[in-house]
T-cell receptor, first 112, second 113 residues
């Protein structure tokens, strides 16, 4: 089955700096890669996703890149703000009725 | 905006007791999931449900667990005889047709004493 590795486990950045979180996956059949943000005590919320037919996707300050050959994908947050502080999870699946497999999460702290 | 709703938000139970966690998925979704998150750890897949039957389950989902869709709207997770290690946040999620995107509920925090 799919296995997703995520690093770093914790990341502290100064407000305004960029943050990068990286994930690797094992199953070459996986074709859907979402990123979820989870604030303390809340549900995971989808912030951006990418499918295997594209290499990069951007939404305002957030971007995701995908390297299918190397089987890794990354989340980039630019101009970080204190409200970006949360745990971020990457995930992978073969889209359809297959479960998302999550990474272990990255706790991002943005220091004002 | 449609949401996945879960009840109860928090349940405290004694070890060995049965617990039922309830979920109302988004109405036009066809795929339903239960995930578990032990405090401070990652979100772990338990079970997926499609077309009124389990489509996939993880090693965590042993004989103590069961799921049911008793009517057209509810999706339940039952733990027959709770153990201390079942203490976790349980998230229900639903998805549309073959998109892969999941929508999570707010979670049900289960505390087993």
């Amino acid at each position: 089955g799919e296995n997703v590795e995520q690093h770093p486990s914790t990341l502290s950045v100064q407000e305004g700096d960029s943050a990068v979180i990286k994930c690797t996956y094992s199953d070459s059949a996986s074709n859907y890669f979402p990123w979820y943000k989870q604030e303390l005590g809340k549900r995971p919320q989808l912030i951006i996703d990418i499918r295997s037919n594209v290499g990069e996707k951007k939404d305002q300050r957030i971007a995701v890149t995908l390297n299918k050959t190397a089987k890794h994908f990354s989340l980039h947050i630019t101009e970080t703000q204190p409200e970006d502080s949360a745990v971020y999870f990457c995930a992978a699946t073969y889209s359809g009725n297959t479960p998302l497999v999550f990474g272990k999460g990255t706790r991002l702290s943005v220091i004002a | 905006e449609p949401e996945v709703t879960q009840t109860p938000s928090h349940q405290v139970t004694q070890m060995g007791q049965e617990v039922i966690l309830r979920c109302v998925p988004i109405s036009n979704h066809l795929y339903f999931y239960w995930y578990r998150q032990i405090l401070g750890q990652k979100v772990e897949f338990l079970v997926s449900f499609y077309n009124n039957e389990i489509s996939e389950k993880s090693e965590i989902f042993d004989d103590q667990f069961s799921v049911e869709r008793p009517d057209g709207s509810n999706f339940t997770l039952k733990i027959r005889s709770t153990k201390l290690e079942d203490s976790a946040m349980y998230f229900c999620a639903s998805g549309g047709t073959s998109t892969g995107e999941l929508f999570f509920g707010e979670g049900s925090r289960l505390t087993v004493l």
